[in-house]
């Protein structure tokens, strides 16, 4: 009988508290400390047809208690928002209608402000999502919550730069289900 107590009451406990129900998801390199041969292991750029961009690890200006932070130089944008990006190499699971909250930190260099897009999609036709985010010259925590649109193992989390003549820096990302 006192287990039955117990459960009920953890049960409550859980549906009363979203935040006790989240749950990580576990990724290597998602607060992008991991470097070899001076990159980020599980992370991709690209700058293409046209676009110029410079992908650097940053070990001065990091948000408080990191030690690297990604460091993208945009110059030049390319035709289509995506052909200048970064994206995390490590795919997770996801079922329908699961909520995902992706939280980073970031800021923006320079004269020009920075706008980011955070991407959530899979390999799946349609799967696109993005939410745009306007930086500042200070770190700020930002963050989002995507439903995942179809059951599929090869959900990613990218970051397109939406100005040119900016300098983005990344830091701390963390994806948790909700």
Known sequence: ?????????????????????????????????????????????????????????????VNTGSKKALKAEIKKLGPKPWFVSSSFNQKFKGKAGEKILIEFFAKSLGENPGKVKLVFQSNL??????????????????????????????????????NSETTYLIDELSISRM
């Open 125 to 162: 036709k349609g799967s696109f999502q993005g939410k745009d985010f306007n930086l500042t010259n200070e770190w700020q925590s930002y963050s989002h919550t995507f439903a995942v649109k179809d059951d599929n193992g090869n959900n990613q989390v990218k970051f397109w730069y939406m």
């Open 1 to 61: 009988m006192k287990i039955l107590q117990l459960t009920i009451a953890l049960l409550i406990c859980f549906a009363i508290n979203p935040i006790l129900g989240q749950e990580k998801i576990s990724l290597k390199n998602s607060n992008l400390e991991g470097v070899k041969d001076g990159k980020f292991f599980w992370w991709k750029h690209q700058a293409k047809d046209g676009g110029k961009a410079k992908f650097l690890v940053e070990q001065n200006d």
